[in-house]
Each structure stands twice: as structure tokens, then as C-alpha cells.
Nanobody, 121 residues
Framework: QVQLVESGGGLVQAGGSLGLSCAAS????????MGWYRQAPGKQRELVAS???????NYADSVKGRFTISRDNAKDTVYLQMNSLKPEDTAVYYC???????????????WGQGTQVTVSS
């Protein structure tokens, strides 16, 4: 099993910055991607950003140029630096890890407990 522990988040004014981090622990054969999703009230959970082992990144169009995802493979930790925050970025942010428990295993998703990010106007 894998555990994801998130930190960061909080309340910030529009235009401000926040950073999130997520550390993975436990046993897994390989990690495919780590990333961040968010869910605002009344909306579906959506991908914010993800990063592969090789450092390839993927961002939602709404955050491109403002958010930066990074990863420390040695620590199995993923970070999300959020700049120029907007009120519409307000949501619960969830850390995600997709990995396999064996070389032939199917990818499995693990989730953090979620951390609230609130951007005031």
C-alpha cells in the first residue's frame, strides 16, 4: 500500500502564491506519474498537473504559465508551486500517484486526503 501525505495550501489573496507538497511512502514496484487534481464545490475532480518519472509534465490549460509541478524522485515527493492565483483556483487539491505493484501489474491510483486552497478576491 501507498500513503500520500500532503502539506501546504491555505488562504491567499488573488495574485498571491502558495506551494503544495506531497510525500509518498509505502511499498510499490514502480511509479508512473505523480500529480495534482482539484475539486471545487459542485464540480468534478479535474487534473491540474502531472509529472512522469522522466520529468515530462502535463498541465490543465487554466493553470499553464502560473503553476509549476516538480518532483524529487529520490524522496518520492511531488510539489506544486502556484503563482498568480485566481479566485477560480479555489478548490480542494488532491495529490495523486499512479503506479504498479509488479512489472505486469495494472496501474493503480492512490490519493491524498486533500488540502484546501482558498483564493479571495
Amino acid at each position: 500500500q501507498v500513503q500520500l501525505v500532503e502539506s501546504g495550501g491555505g488562504l491567499v489573496q488573488a495574485g498571491g502564491s502558495l506551494g503544495l507538497s506531497c510525500a509518498a511512502s509505502g511499498s510499490i514496484f514502480s511509479i508512473n506519474t505523480m500529480g495534482w487534481y482539484r475539486q471545487a464545490p459542485g464540480k468534478q475532480r479535474e487534473l491540474v498537473a502531472s509529472i512522469t518519472n522522466g520529468g515530462n509534465t502535463n498541465y490543465a490549460d487554466s493553470v499553464k504559465g502560473r503553476f509549476t509541478i516538480s518532483r524529487d524522485n529520490a524522496k518520492d515527493t511531488v510539489y506544486l508551486q502556484m503563482n498568480s492565483l485566481k479566485p477560480e483556483d479555489t478548490a480542494v487539491y488532491y495529490c495523486n500517484l499512479r503506479g504498479r505493484h509488479s512489472i505486469v501489474g495494472v496501474p493503480i491510483d492512490y490519493w491524498g486526503q486533500g488540502t484546501q486552497v482558498t483564493v479571495s478576491s
